[in-house]
């Protein structure tokens, strides 16, 4: 009984310690952003600044190469919204393909999408840099967003497993109404993915967001760059690296990643679990 009194307690105090330490890099550069650049790393051991420099925002807000941090925050918007949208839609229709259709070489397709998954990214980095170069798609978003709207294998292995588990019932009697193979995948089977959609949005909202080496290869002119680059564009080597605006920019780029996880978080729970439907 008394390790029962005391066990939730302990559980909570265990817990909360873990979450400290693990938010302590983002608690260290949110009050770092209100320090003066040069003291930032005198003065790193003391979490606390001597004297609170509120301009740091509104000096990271006006930005680099003459354009302001919202005018990055837009580009990474918009490159954000339609990866996601294509990488999402894509996905959920191929993962419906493996899924339900029965057709020559499925299985072999299958093997092939699942052996990118151990294909590191590196690899197909100069080839894919060569056909877009000669698409004419350098220095547009085209290159980054393009792909996005072919799938994207870890979104559709998540899928094909969640549409498994979905009783080929409703199939038969959506066919016998008279539905075709798309309306089947629009009207029944995309209903039931909202979890799993939810996930993948999410995901491919994060990975864009942060994403810096594509814009790096792909994107050269400044009014085109996205969040990542402009946080780059802060330090510079030759002079005072501007590490206040940069720490200061880089909690207001975090705003929208924390939104979207306190909004969606119940999604990414359940879009991970394929126990089946409920009721």
């Keep these: 009984m008394v390790w029962k009194s005391v066990k939730w307690p302990v559980y909570h105090v265990l817990v909360a310690a873990l979450a400290i330490l693990m938010l302590y890099p983002v608690i260290w550069m949110l009050f770092s952003s209100f320090k003066e650049s040069r003291t930032i790393f005198i003065t790193a051991g003391t979490l606390l600044p001597a004297e609170w420099k509120w301009e740091n925002y509104l000096v990271g ?7 302001s941090f919202g005018r990055y925050i837009y580009n990474s918007l918009v490159l954000v ?3 996601t949208i294509g990488a999402v839609i894509s996905s959920s229709l191929i993962a419906f393909g493996f899924a339900r259709l029965r057709f020559r070489g499925r299985n072999l397709w299958f ?13 197909v980095l100069v080839p894919q840099y060569i056909i877009f170069a000669k698409l004419g798609w350098l220095n547009t978003i085209l290159p980054i967003v393009v792909p996005a ?16 588990t979905i009783p080929s019932e409703l199939d038969e009697a959506a066919t ?3 539905c075709g193979k798309f309306r ?3 009207q029944i089977i995309l209903p039931l993915l909202k979890s799993s959609l939810a996930t993948a949005a999410i995901f491919s909202f994060y990975w864009r967001w942060e994403d810096l080496l594509g814009p790096v290869l792909y994107l050269n002119s400044p009014e085109k760059y996205t969040v990542s680059m402009a946080l780059k564009m802060f330090l510079d080597s ?3 690296s501007n590490w206040g605006g940069m720490f200061a920019m880089s909690i207001v780029s975090l705003v929208p990643v924390i939104v979207v996880f306190f909004l969606f978080q119940k999604q990414i729970v359940e879009g991970m679990s394929t126990s089946g439907l409920k009721g």
């Design 81 to 83: 919204v339609i990866s």
């Design 149 to 164: 709207f072919f799938g994207m294998p870890f979104f559709i292995f998540l899928m094909i497993q969640f549409i498994r």
């Design 176 to 178: 016998i109404d008279g």
């Design 238 to 240: 030759e002079a005072a």
């Design 61 to 67: 807000w006006q930005g680099v190469s003459g354009y």
């Design 184 to 186: 089947l995948y629009a």
């Design 111 to 123: 093997v092939l999408m699942m052996v990118t998954l151990m294909l590191p990214h590196d690899v």
